[in-house]
């Protein structure tokens, strides 16, 4: 157990539609990351939190947004949804924001588009 | 640009030894990590090098050379349970992760 919590679980939806994925960091882990996998596919990172500050943005759409809250917790609201991105939706997290310290990952959300 | 090169995919025998190798070209380097991810599993660390040199983790060992930019994890004594797919990653400037794409390693009894 990561101690990254992640919800849903699973996510079935249509396209156009709109849904909101949810971390809760593991306790003491100010950053928060957030990675999209598709099938069979490399880990593309989307945006990372530190202390409720966006500190760093990957290939991530317009269509998706992300915030930390004051607990520490973090969305991902995906909008205008597409059957592109159906994919495994991780949530990591670690003590501060160097890329030294591990991340620890949640058990995903399975995000399947029909 | 940013990119990390490695196999797509490693067969190795149960109880043998296999190495999956880890090329990068990135705008700065702090450090190369490793992750493994099973079918379906999050991804979990296995281990990080800043120095040139061999960090032994029991049956797993990583090695890295700054000057070659490369790296290596080595798995001893494979299981079963090994088989998984792992990720190099580095430490960018910017202290960001930069991922490869992973390698596939198979392994047959």
């Known amino acids: 157990d990561s101690g990254v919590t992640q919800t849903p679980k699973h996510l079935i939806t249509a396209t156009g539609q709109r849904v909101t994925l949810r971390c809760s960091p593991r306790?003491?882990?100010?950053?928060v990351y957030w990675y999209q996998q598709s099938l069979d596919q490399g880990l593309q990172f989307l945006i990372q939190?530190?202390?409720?500050?966006?500190?760093a943005k990957g290939n991530i759409l317009e269509r998706f947004s992300a915030q930390q809250f004051p607990d520490l917790h973090s969305e991902l609201n995906l909008s205008s949804l597409e059957l592109g991105d159906s994919a495994l939706y991780f949530c990591?997290?670690?003590?501060?924001?160097?890329?030294?310290?591990?991340?620890?990952f949640g058990d995903g959300t399975r995000l399947s588009i029909l | 640009g940013q990119s990390l090169e490695q196999p797509s995919e490693v067969t190795a025998v149960e109880g043998a030894i296999v190495q999956i190798n880890c090329t990068y070209q990135?705008?700065?380097?702090?450090?190369l990590s490793w992750y493994q991810q099973h079918d379906g599993g999050a991804p979990t660390f296995l281990s990080y090098?800043?120095l040139d040199g061999l960090e032994e983790t029991g049956r797993f060992s990583s090695f890295l050379s700054r000057s070659d930019s490369y790296g290596y994890l080595l798995l001893q004594e494979l299981q079963m349970k090994d088989s998984a797919s792992y990720f190099c990653?580095?430490?960018?400037?910017?202290?960001?992760?930069?991922w490869g794409a992973g390698t596939k390693l198979i392994i047959k009894p």
């Open positions: 990653a580095v430490s960018d400037s910017n202290y960001q992760l930069i």
């Open positions: 939190y530190y202390n409720g500050e966006e500190r």
């Open positions: 990591a997290s670690s003590v501060g924001t160097e890329g030294n310290q591990p991340q620890h």
């Open positions: 306790s003491g882990d100010l950053s």
């Open positions: 090098n800043a």
């Open positions: 990135t705008s700065g380097f702090y450090g």
